[in-house]
């Protein structure tokens, strides 16, 4: 049978980011999620415990925190991600640290809904066991599971 698959087309740069230097990026930027974390959460402590300062503690015992904190983590992790991702410098502050972007096929940077889908496919790649990150380290391309769905490359950044 004489069907061919068509190899995307490798991006501009062409050299592909492996495991360890995107896990090296990925700690930097969780680093600073961590502390933008602490930051919004004590002014949202600070704002409900002047609003009403007698109910406070019970509120921070309550599952309505944990459900709060949980989506505002989201919300700050998918911002954070999509909108680094898919500006001009096509990183977020851990991957501009080790010189990489990322890109479509073509080279170009994602546009911020592709970049949202990468991020919620980081979700998958994380809930199967990272094996979605693992593939990283045994791909042709260097792609995670995340970067395959979308169609994305993270290769060292040409500009200096």
């Not at 004590?42 to 415990?49: T, V």
């Not at 972007?101 to 990468?118: K, M, P």
Request: hydrophobic fraction near 45%; proline fraction near 2%.
């Amino acid at each position: 049978c004489g069907v061919r698959i068509k190899e995307p087309p490798k991006p501009i740069g062409e050299k592909y980011a492996g495991f360890w230097i995107r896990f090296g990026a990925h700690i930097i930027d969780s680093i600073i999620l961590f502390i933008l974390g602490l930051v919004i959460g004590f002014c949202i402590g600070l704002y409900i415990g002047i609003v009403n300062p007698s109910t406070s503690a019970e509120y921070f015992k309550s599952i309505s925190w944990t459900i709060t904190f949980w989506i505002i983590a989201l919300i700050i992790s998918w911002i954070y991600f999509a909108y680094q991702e898919s500006s001009s410098k096509q990183a977020t502050v851990g991957k501009q640290a080790f010189g990489l972007i990322v890109s479509d096929t073509e080279g170009n940077r994602l546009s911020f809904e592709r970049a949202t889908g990468r991020w919620l496919a980081k979700i998958l790649s994380a809930l199967i066991l990272c094996v979605g990150y693992i593939m990283i380290g045994f791909t042709e391309r260097k792609q995670g599971l995340h970067d395959m769905i979308v169609n994305s490359y993270v290769i060292y950044s040409e500009r200096k």
